[in-house]
């Protein structure tokens, strides 16, 4: 079994920051890229940031300069840290991975609950 666990979610005023965790357990061999990413009410889900095993990073054009994605490989773990929030980053925010299990032989997509950020105005 493999989980994704995300925390750090909550309500904070504009201009706020928040920093989300994501701790990814189980029969892990290896985690390729992680990402989160995030679904106001009545919209699509969308990409916010993602970042590859090696450290590369994108963002979506409307985080850019204010959030920033890390991940700590030891302990199989990816950060969002939010800054200068805006009400528009009001959404559920989860987190994914690419993780190969052991025994297996190919990489599965695996995602978190999910947890909610609102921002006030």
């Known amino acids: 079994q493999v989980q994704l666990v995300e925390s750090g979610g909550g309500l904070v005023q504009a201009g706020g920051s928040l920093r989300l965790s994501c701790a990814a357990s189980?029969?892990?061999?290896?985690?390729?890229?992680m990402g989160w990413y995030r679904q106001a009410p009545g919209k699509q889900r969308e990409l916010a940031a993602r970042?590859?095993?090696?450290?590369?990073?994108n963002y979506a054009d409307s985080v850019k300069g204010r959030f920033t994605i890390s991940r700590d490989n030891a302990k199989n773990t990816v950060y969002l840290q939010m800054n200068a929030l805006k009400p528009e980053d009001t959404a559920v925010y989860y987190c994914?991975?690419?993780?190969?299990?052991?025994?297996?032989?190919?990489?599965?997509?695996?995602w978190g609950q999910g947890t909610q950020v609102t921002v006030s105005s």
């Open positions: 994914n991975a690419g993780i190969r299990r052991i025994g297996g032989r190919y990489e599965d997509d695996y």
């Open positions: 970042i590859t095993r090696g450290g590369s990073t």
């Open positions: 189980g029969d892990i061999i290896c985690i390729s890229a």
